[in-house]
């Protein structure tokens, strides 16, 4: 599985051969730098550790340094390691937005955006009671959750009930993205659609 790391620049449209509207993600994707080889015969399995975005010496550890000096890089601020990588790497060598190509599909993981404390109809889509049902001597019942469970058995609120809470900040994946244009002097890959996360967020690219 091959992939690379990137940075979530913003959405923009294209408009493809046939004069079709697209609506794509602008990712900043590498150039990766390959800090680890790992192989079956030391770890038991095949994989490339990569790095991505410089950083200061000054905020690195002594274990990190150590770390990116053996790949004769400079400290970086993302590492992730990507198994049974398709593509034959050594150590301290870069990968770049060659490895795809327009038309490829890919999956690319992100953490959306960070919601906050929500109520139940923000998070789950509750209804609430409504203004229809605004009577029988309810008030300021419109936005609430309702019943938690049952009284004396089993006297607690079961696991897994939805309620409040807070909402956004998760790990989601968005699977079969099409890429509709590379441009490698750029560094830069346009996905057909929308990617989890904020402008300036890292996201893996996996194909």
Known sequence: MSG????????????????????CTVIEAGPCVVTQVKTNDKEGYTSLQLAFDD?????????MKGHFSKANTS?????????????????????????????????????SKGKGFQGVVKRHGF????????SHGQHDRERAPGSLGASSDPSRVMKGLRM???MGGNRKKIQNLQVVKIMPEKNV???KGSIPGAKGSYVLIEK
């Open 55 to 63: 950083k200061k010496e000054k905020h690195s550890s002594d274990a």
């Open 4 to 23: 690379l790391i990137g940075k979530k620049i913003g959405m923009t449209s294209f408009f493809d051969a046939n004069g079709k509207y697209l609506p």
């Open 164 to 166: 409040a809470g807070r």
């Open 75 to 111: 400290p970086k601020r993302k590492v992730v390691e990507f198994r049974h990588f398709e593509v034959s790497k050594n150590l301290g060598d870069t990968v770049t937005v060659d490895i795809f190509a327009e038309g490829d599909f890919v999956d690319v993981i992100g953490t």
């Open 127 to 134: 209804s609430g009671v409504g203004h229809a049902n605004k």
């Open 189 to 191: 890959i346009l996905v």
